[in-house]
């Protein structure tokens, strides 16, 4: 008796899950999922590329997979991730809901919002404060000047030995940013900024690792006290760092003469009042931690898969000394101004942000209404994953799509030249917000090095290893470079 009833009991309960899972009417296709987990088992997860590729080739350009109960579309190629992201853009400009990084960010800040009017206020007000002038006196580009000629001396008196960049390169570039947000810059050495920094990136991890993975698909278990509880953790430390920032800068605000973003921030709530806006400082701290979470990480990798890229093509680096040693001259300091008269650098740069691949699948979508997508139906709500790298390596649209190869981005005059197809910062109105702000750094950087340094593989048996490590932000396995000091011809 007791058992036919747990049978007809187990038996609803597959069926309910069986129904759950099953497709939308015209959803776009993909493998058949199983109930509770999806299609999870059937993926690697700890690096599900291989897989992923597999199901685009039998699915085409636009299909699902579910994680869970949970469906999510994936985007294979320009055509289609350009028809969403672009042509019906505000329709895919949602995230998904209700996972870890939204309880964890409570909904509030920049990259995690949904689509409406708080992200769009903030986003705007985002925008105007990053353009070079917005920050008050000093322009961004003297903020990052000012970090280069730091990164530069350290590595000089490093000169000779072998250099881990990955921790450096971090630390430069949240420098950055924090001479943005507050106006202030740490040591490379600095122990408890450094840790600052490790708290950020553990809960990026964890969005995507596992845990958070279990905490997304298995509502039961949120409240135990089970590993993803770091990251809340992790948050309110975070928090209570910028707090004593905040409180800082409210003693010596003036509100005629903004310092940096947090001085900005505070004229804004000002400003605004109690006109119904999201700007208040609960909304500031999460947009100032989602500032360093989205900027620092991401332009590091670059600059680290650059460099790479640069010892392994001794050829492609000895061109770049050679430009910018014939457009600088005598003059020791770069400026962005120069990047119209380096197309061999830009190239390169957007070469090894093209082949680096650094945001593989961007930062996932959702959709704000019920649409269609080349002829296929899309229910509110559901997961968009558009796939950045399959529209950079996209046969068709490269020269060489799957060669590391600056003449992807040089015309026959050897002018620099952007392919439609060239995403790394996403496309439409979600697309990276800090854009300006990492193309600025990213040549700023690499220009100051190269003038000073050349860079080469330690002969220390290992052999460069190019392929990725699989995350949100992917990059090359940590490895170590020797810098020797150029000796410059006087032109
Ligand atoms: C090479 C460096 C960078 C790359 C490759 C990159 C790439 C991306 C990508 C792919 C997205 C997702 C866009 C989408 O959802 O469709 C994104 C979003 C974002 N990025 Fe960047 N990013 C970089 C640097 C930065 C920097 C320096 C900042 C800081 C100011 C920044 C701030 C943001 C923000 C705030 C968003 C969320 C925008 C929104 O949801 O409306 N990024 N980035
Ligand atoms: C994205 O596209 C690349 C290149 O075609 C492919 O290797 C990768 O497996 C794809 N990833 C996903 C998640 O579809």
């Keep these: 008796m007791l058992g036919s009833l747990f049978l007809l009991w187990a038996g609803v309960l597959l069926l309910y899950f069986l129904w759950k899972t099953r497709r939308p009417k015209n959803f776009p296709p993909g493998p058949q999922p199983f109930p509770i987990f999806g299609n999870l088992l059937q993926l690697n997860l700890k690096n599900p590329m291989k897989d992923f590729e597999k199901l685009s080739e039998r699915y085409g350009k636009v299909y699902s997979v579910y994680f869970g109960g949970r469906p999510a579309v994936l985007l294979h190629g320009l055509q289609a991730v350009k028809e969403a992201l672009m042509t019906r853009g505000v329709e895919f400009a949602g995230r998904p809901q209700g996972l870890l990084v939204n309880h964890v960010s409570e909904n509030k800040g920049l990259v995690i919002v949904n689509y409406g009017p708080s992200w769009k206020e903030q986003r705007r007000f985002a925008l105007t404060t990053l353009r070079n002038f917005g920050l008050g006196k000093l322009s961004m580009e003297e903020r990052i000047l000012e970090e280069t000629s730091h990164l530069s001396s350290y590595i000089e008196k490093n000169a ?165 040693d014939t457009v600088l001259g005598e003059r020791e300091q770069v400026y962005y101004e120069d990047r119209h008269r380096m197309p061999y650098v830009q190239a390169v740069i957007h070469e090894v942000q093209r082949y680096g691949s650094i945001v593989p699948l961007s930062v996932f979508h959702a959709t704000t209404q019920d649409t269609q997508l080349l002829g296929y139906s899309i229910p509110k709500g559901t997961t968009i994953i558009p796939n950045l790298s399959s529209v950079l390596y996209e046969e068709g649209q490269w020269k060489f799509p799957h060669d590391f190869n600056p003449s992807n981005f040089l015309n026959e005059e050897g002018e620099f030249v952007k392919p439609e197809a060239f995403v790394p910062f996403s496309l439409g109105p979600r697309m990276c917000l800090g854009e300006g702000l990492a193309r600025m750094e990213l040549f700023l950087f690499l220009v100051t090095l190269l003038r000073r340094f050349q860079f080469h593989w330690p002969q220390d048996g290992r052999e460069p290893d ?26």
């Design 466 to 491: 190019l392929t990725p490590h699989y995350g949100i932000v992917q990059g090359p396995k940590p490895y170590r470079l020797r810098v020797r000091l150029r000796v410059r011809q006087s032109t």
């Design 160 to 324: 000779g030995q072998s250099l881990d960049p990955q921790t450096l390169f971090h630390n430069a570039f949240s420098n950055v940013i924090c001479a943005i947000l507050f106006g202030a810059r740490y040591n490379y050495e600095d122990q408890s900024f450094q840790s600052l920094m490790r708290t950020i990136n553990e809960n990026t991890k964890m969005f995507n690792g596992p845990w958070g993975m279990l905490y997304d698909t298995i509502p039961l278990i949120r409240s135990l006290p089970l590993p993803f509880r770091k990251a809340f953790e992790n948050r309110d430390n975070v928090k209570a760092f910028l707090l004593t920032k905040v409180a800082e800068h409210k003693e010596t605000h003036v509100p005629e003469q903004p310092r940096d973003l947090i001085d900005c921030y505070l004229n804004e709530i000002e400003k605004r009042g109690n006109d119904g806006s999201s700007f208040d400082e609960g909304f500031m701290m999460v947009f100032l931690m989602d500032l360093f979470a989205a900027g620092t990480d991401t332009s590091s990798t670059t600059l680290r898969v650059g460099l790479l890229q640069l010892m392994v093509h001794p050829d492609v680096q000895a061109r770049c000394h050679h430009e910018i």
